[in-house]
T-cell receptor, first 113, second 112 residues
Framework: DVKVTQSSRYLVKRTGEKVFLECVQD?????MFWYRQDPGLGLRLIYF???????EKGDIPEGYSVSREKKERFSLILESASTNQTSMYLC????????????FGSGTQLSVL | DAKTTQPPSMDCAEGRAANLPCNHS???????VYWYRQIHSQGPQYIIH???NNETNEMASLIITEDRKSSTLILPHATLRDTAVYYC?????????????FGKGTKLSVKP
């Protein structure tokens, strides 16, 4: 089975801190995605990547950046965390473009105080 | 991508079939219907998808009406572990960005 691993299940950070959320997949998937999930708003796409060193903005990229130096790893970076970035962050991967069978990690619940 | 409409919640008795409806009356000819579910405190899990024909896998069956304006996800023998939020998504396949739009879904409660 495909495994998508997010480095932390729960994270508490202070306003203004730089935050790194790490995601690793073990099935050689081309595509990787970062979503955030908030009550009443569903899942919203932040950034995605179809290849190493490649990134595309999703629907809500403001305040975030990403890094994909290796195929299996996709990092989400909050340059200066703010309280409105308190959320559940979900990483996902899929085999290749056009195949929307996404495999999700268990999520990271980030609280920014 | 076309919009979907699902009931906010449903109950189902354990061991019975759970039939989850989804309306997608504005679906285009090249849009697929996807179903995901999200068990509490976990990431969403892919269940099944289809274009025109009915589909079945080890988890569920997907019945799509002939006009493709609606579909039903069937869990043939629901268990307590099937309690989750189920999302119906329509999406153009074949190469565009992976922007699946997850709505509010249907919260399925399987009761003993």
């Amino acid at each position: 089975d495909v495994k998508v691993t997010q480095s932390s299940r729960y994270l508490v950070k202070r306003t203004g801190e730089k935050v790194f959320l790490e995601c690793v997949q073990d099935m050689d998937h081309e595509n990787m995605f970062w979503y955030r999930q908030d009550p009443g708003l569903g899942l919203r796409l932040i950034y995605f990547s179809y290849d190493v060193k490649m990134k595309e903005k999703g629907d809500i990229p403001e305040g975030y950046s990403v890094s994909r130096e290796k195929k299996e790893r996709f990092s989400l970076i909050l340059e200066s965390a703010s309280t409105n970035q308190t959320s559940m962050y979900l990483c996902a991967s899929s085999f290749d473009r056009g195949r929307e069978k996404l495999f999700f990690g268990s999520g990271t619940q980030l609280s920014v105080l | 991508d076309a919009k979907t409409t699902q009931p906010p919640s449903m109950d189902c008795a354990e061991g019975r079939a759970a039939n989850l409806p989804c309306n997608h009356s504005t679906i285009s000819g090249n849009e697929y219907v996807y179903w995901y579910r999200q068990i509490h405190s976990q990431g969403p899990q892919y269940i099944i998808h289809g274009l025109k024909n009915n589909e079945t896998n080890e988890m569920a069956s997907l019945i799509i009406t002939e006009d493709r304006k609606s579909s039903t996800l069937i869990l043939p023998h629901a268990t307590l572990r099937d309690t989750a939020v189920y999302y119906c998504i329509v999406r153009v396949g074949g190469g565009s960005q992976g922007n699946l739009i997850f709505g509010k879904g249907t919260k399925l409660s399987v009761k003993p």
